[in-house]
Structure formats: C-alpha cells, structure tokens
C-alpha cells in the first residue's frame, strides 16, 4: 500500500511554460514534505521542502504547494528549462518517523 | 568534496553468490540509510541506521543485512541474492534523524545497479 503516489508516471511541458507535479498522501502523521530531482546515472538531490504548518514555500522558479486538508501537494517550476528534465520523487515524514517515504516518481520532459 | 560513495556502481551475479555493496560518507553524519528504485514504486527503504551499531529495518528488508562499526561506512549484504533484488540501489545519509527541518536534505550516492541471474 503505497502511502505516497505520484499519479502521473510523466510529463512533457514546452519549455518557458510551467511544469505541475503532483503528490497524493495517505498518511495523516506526514508533516514534512519534500521534493528531489534525479538525473539519470546519479543519485536523487534535495529540490525544496514544506513544512505542514506551511501551505506554500518558494525557491526561485520551484514552488511547493500543500493542501492538508486533500492530502495533495504539487509542485510548480515555472518557466520550465530543458535543464529541469529528469524524474521528480515526492516525499513525506512523520515528525517522530525515522524514514522518508517516497512516491513511485514523474519523468519530466522540457521541449526547447 | 561532501559526498556519499557506493562500490560497486554496476554489478552482475549469479543467484546464490554472497555481494556487498559499499557505502562511505565524509560529512561526518549520523543517519543512513539504503533504498532500492524499482520502477513504478519510488524509493523504497531497506534499512537504516541512526548511528554506530544502530540499525533498523525499513520497509522491504528481507533478503539483505546491513551493519555499521565505523560512522562513515554502511555496508549493504546480500548473503544469498535472487532474481527479485535486481534493482538499482541508493545509500544515503544526513546529519541527524532523516532530515533536519531547516535544510531537509538526505544525501544520496550515485547508486549500485545490481542485476541477479
């Protein structure tokens, strides 16, 4: 039972558009979220987080957004650059968890 | 250079043969951990570790062993691997716990790609 998930196994977005990623939670105890980014032949990197008392935080083009309530977050990267192709992992913690869960990933495609 | 460090990055076996992977951090971190990506379901955890000679099972341990004597190393064994543990494996670590609120970061090696016959 994936406790995380990304319904949206990719996306292709033109680039200088915007790219939405999304995240669906089950788990009620999350109260950290995070997003990191894989390039092929190397490890995921920390992209930005959300704190649960948050419902927004912003990192130059990269916004998270969390709707507690539908247990949804999304992440927004706009404009879109051919450089921001590469998988998206969503991510969640429990505060007194020892473990990140991740979601199954999104494959984001920028077209020049 | 900070950096988590995992050997081998690829590796073929045969069923049965005894394999450890490798994983060093320099960053003088307390937590590891190691994940395997399977396709369609993320990363999931195998174990972790909270510090020297503490280790803990994550979701999917099963048919792996891990130990940790020295801070820096964290070593994945499979004592006898199949077919099913074909994955691509990721060590990683941070400073304390999973991640620390204001830099939310786990840092991940570059990965093992192992594949069982």
């Known amino acids: 039972d994936q406790q995380v998930k990304q319904n949206s196994p990719s996306l292709s977005v033109q680039e200088g558009r915007i790219s939405i990623l999304n995240c669906d939670y089950t788990?009620?105890?999350?109260?950290?979220f995070l997003w990191y980014k894989k390039y092929p032949a190397e490890g995921p990197t920390f992209l930005i987080s959300?704190?649960?008392?948050?419902d927004k935080n912003e990192d130059g083009r990269f916004t998270v957004f969390l709707n507690k309530s539908a247990k949804h977050l999304s992440l927004h990267i706009v404009p879109s650059q051919p450089g921001d192709s590469a998988v998206y992992f969503c991510?969640?913690?429990?505060?007194?968890?020892?473990?990140?869960?991740f979601g199954g990933g999104t494959r984001v495609l920028v077209k020049p | 250079e900070a950096q988590v460090t995992q050997n081998p990055r690829y590796l073929i076996t045969v069923t049965g043969k005894k394999l450890t992977v490798t994983c060093s951090q320099n960053?003088?971190?307390?937590?590891m951990s190691w994940y395997r990506q399977d396709p369609g379901l993320g990363l999931r955890q195998i174990y972790y570790?909270?510090?020297?000679?503490?280790?803990d099972k994550g979701d999917v341990p099963e048919g792996y062993k891990v130990s940790r004597k020295e801070k820096r190393n964290f070593p994945l064994i499979l004592e006898s691997p199949s077919p099913n543990q074909t994955s691509l494996y990721f060590c990683?670590?941070?400073?304390?716990?999973?991640?620390?609120?204001?830099?939310?970061?786990?840092?991940f090696g570059e990965g093992s790609r192992l594949t069982v016959l």
């Open positions: 990683a670590s941070s400073l304390g716990g999973v991640v620390i609120p204001s830099t939310g970061e786990l840092f």
């Open positions: 570790s909270m510090n020297v000679e503490v280790t």
């Open positions: 959300i704190s649960s008392i948050k």
């Open positions: 960053m003088n971190h307390e937590y």
């Open positions: 991510a969640a913690q429990a505060a007194a968890g020892n473990k990140l869960t």
């Open positions: 788990n009620s105890m999350f109260d950290y």
